[in-house]
């Protein structure tokens, strides 16, 4: 399916697309993931609303003010999403009442819905009442997780001895709840990818393992396994300018280019394929150029 596709279909219904990016764990990269799945949305031309809901961290917050201010210093175009801060000062909102909270949250998310094809919500790394609300209006849900088993248990508890899958946990307890709710108030299923992020470039015995379980779970709670983004130097690069590497063109290149960051964007590509889109179809042109 095409991001143009997608995009037309979005369109026929009375509200955007919903994309939350969660995990109740931190250091999961979900802001990478979201800071990426945004910006290949916005080339495949793709109305995107983006939504920050880690009050006190804001990292897809200051991405895009970092985006706007290089782009305006360099005078270069790229495509920006619609933005709405819940809060001019989040740090003091995420010690506000969870109802300000939540009051804040509908406001935005009602208003970013009518105007955009997609609003993507990054969630924070913790179990917050804005970022339950999220989850139940979400269509599709990506969780992004490291190749750890550490990560593994906010989705499934092991058999400390033989490693075998005993039940789900905390989040995926989490995200069951929101299904349930938004197939009994509106009988919409919500989709969930979770994300094989950060993988190590070698094979190795625990990552055999971890992939049993992941399978395994995948079968038990319902949710798809895709690939995420590796831990390249490239993501981090780019961060301070606002930029990823569905940015780079002739026109835009803060650091040098290389193979590597071809790859790298060919990486971004097959993620959005897992999730349902395509695009960034110019990787060899960038290459060649």
């Known amino acids: 399916m095409s991001q143009a596709s997608t995009v037309s279909q979005a369109n026929t219904v009375s509200r955007a697309s919903v994309i939350v990016v969660g995990n109740e764990k931190g250091g999961a990269g979900k802001s990478t993931i979201a800071i990426h799945i945004a910006t290949a949305l916005l080339h495949g031309g793709a109305k995107v609303a983006v939504l920050d809901l880690d009050l006190r961290q804001q990292t897809l917050g200051h991405f895009f003010a970092n985006r706007r201010a290089w782009l305006a210093a360099n005078e270069a175009e790229a495509p920006m999403p619609l933005e709405h801060a819940i809060s001019s000062a989040g740090d003091a909102l995420a010690k506000a009442p969870a109802e300000e909270q ?11 819905a009518q105007a955009a094809d997609f609003v993507l919500i990054d969630t924070p790394g913790s179990d917050t009442a804005i970022s339950r609300a999220a989850h139940v209006r979400a269509d599709l849900i990506v969780t992004p997780m490291n190749d750890s088993f550490v990560d593994f248990d906010m989705l499934g508890v092991v058999d400390p001895v033989t490693l075998d899958l005993k039940r789900h946990s905390l989040y995926a307890e989490t995200v069951w709840s929101c299904r349930k709710q938004r197939a009994t108030n ?29 399978e395994a779970l995948s079968k038990k709670v319902g949710f798809r396994v895709g690939p995420g983004l590796r831990d390249r130097v490239i993501y981090r690069e780019l961060f301070p300018f606002g930029l990823t590497v569905a940015d780079l063109s002739p026109a835009i290149r803060p650091v040098s280019m290389s193979l590597q960051h071809v790859a790298a964007r060919q990486e971004l590509r097959a993620l959005m394929i897992a999730l349902g889109f395509t695009g960034l179809d110019d990787a060899e042109r960038i290459a060649a150029e």
């Open 102 to 112: 939540l009051a804040r949250f509908e406001e935005a998310f009602a208003e970013m």
């Open 186 to 214: 509106e009988r919409k299923q919500i989709d969930w990818v979770v994300l094989r992020n950060r993988l190590a470039p070698t094979e190795a015995r625990n990552r055999r393992r971890l992939d049993e379980r992941v």
